[in-house]
Every structure is written in structure tokens, then in C-alpha cells.
């Protein structure tokens, strides 16, 4: 009994601690993962949020209109989760400079769904491997982390201003729905 008792014990704080050293083991790729999720929910609220006949609004002539930030987070989101996961992007066809807001929303959402999947095989192993963006500019696959959750914060916040200078509020700055 003393023995089955002690086996039990130990195989109890081995599977503990072998889920504790798997979950360490990927605290850079875990926190992009996070990022991906917080972004996806927050952009496509503040996409789905305008108006469809606010997509052309910019604030000034030389600044990306709303449609436009949609657009570039559509290609970016293809893009940079592909090159940080090492995962081909998915072929598709290109929208129309005219597309609809329900077109671009739309795409939005696949573009998100694309980045969970090939993020989801990203591991820490890996995170001074080199590789090439914007050009031949030469970066590593931390730093291509980064950038990746940077642009959305950055469109993130771009998007919520744009929101704010026609009267509505940014998702993150609602109160929760009970």
C-alpha cells in the first residue's frame, strides 16, 4: 500500500512538473500567441465597429484611411505570421482597392484565423534564427516576434483614434457586457 501510495505521489509531481517545464520552455512564442488572440478580437471589433461609409475617413490627406489600415493589416497579418512560423502563406485573391467593408472584415478574420494556426507551431527553440524582412533587411526570429505584435499594436491604435475622432469608442474602452 506504502509503495503504491509513494508511486502515486511521484507520478502525480512528475506529470506536474514535466506540464510546468513545457509551459517555461515557450515564454517568448506563449506571449506572441497571447498578443495574436488580444489583437485579433480587438481590431476586428474596431474594423466591425465603423460604419461602412466611414472606410474612406482619414484624419489628414496623408495618413492611411480606414479602409486602408484594414487592407495593410490584412497583407501584414499573411506576411508576418508566415515568416515568424516558417509556414507558407495562404494563396488568396487579391481585394479589389474598392472592396466593401464586409469584404475586408471578412478577410481580416481569415488573416487572424491563418496567424492562431502557424503561430501555434512557433516553439522558443529557434528565436536567434535569422531571416529576412522588408527587403533584404536581416532580422531574428525574436525580433520578428516583436515587430509582429508591435504592428498590431500600433494599427491597434491607430484604428481606436480614428474611432474616437468620429464619436465612437475603441473596443478595449467599452465596459464589459454582463
Same mark, same amino acid.
Given at each position: ?6 508511486? +502515486? ?24 500567441? /497571447? /498578443? ?17 461609409? !466611414? ?11 480606414? +479602409? ?22 495562404? !494563396? ?36 536567434? +534564427?535569422?531571416?529576412?524582412?522588408? +527587403? ?37 474602452? !467599452?465596459?464589459?457586457?454582463?
Amino acid at each position: 500500500m506504502k509503495v503504491s501510495l509513494s508511486l +502515486g505521489i511521484l507520478s502525480v509531481c512528475w506529470i506536474s512538473a514535466t506540464a510546468a517545464a513545457q509551459s517555461a520552455a515557450t515564454p517568448v512564442s506563449d506571449a506572441l500567441r /497571447s /498578443s495574436q488572440e488580444r489583437s485579433a478580437k480587438n481590431l476586428i471589433a474596431a474594423a466591425e465597429e465603423f460604419p461602412a461609409d !466611414k472606410y474612406g475617413f482619414k484624419p489628414t490627406p496623408a495618413q492611411m484611411s480606414v +479602409g486602408e489600415v484594414v487592407a495593410h493589416l490584412i497583407e501584414g497579418n499573411d506576411f508576418l505570421c508566415s515568416k515568424v512560423s516558417g509556414t507558407a502563406a495562404p !494563396k488568396r485573391t487579391e481585394l479589389a482597392k474598392t472592396a466593401t467593408k464586409d469584404q475586408l472584415v471578412a478577410r481580416l478574420k481569415e488573416t487572424f484565423q491563418f496567424c492562431e494556426k502557424a503561430l501555434a507551431k512557433v516553439n522558443d527553440s529557434d528565436l536567434g +534564427g535569422k531571416m529576412q524582412l522588408f +527587403g533584404k533587411r536581416e532580422f531574428t526570429r525574436a525580433q520578428a516576434m516583436f515587430i509582429t505584435s508591435d504592428d498590431w499594436a500600433d494599427h491597434y491604435s491607430q484604428l481606436a483614434i480614428y474611432l474616437r475622432l468620429n464619436g465612437l469608442l475603441p473596443p478595449t474602452a !467599452k465596459k464589459p457586457e454582463s
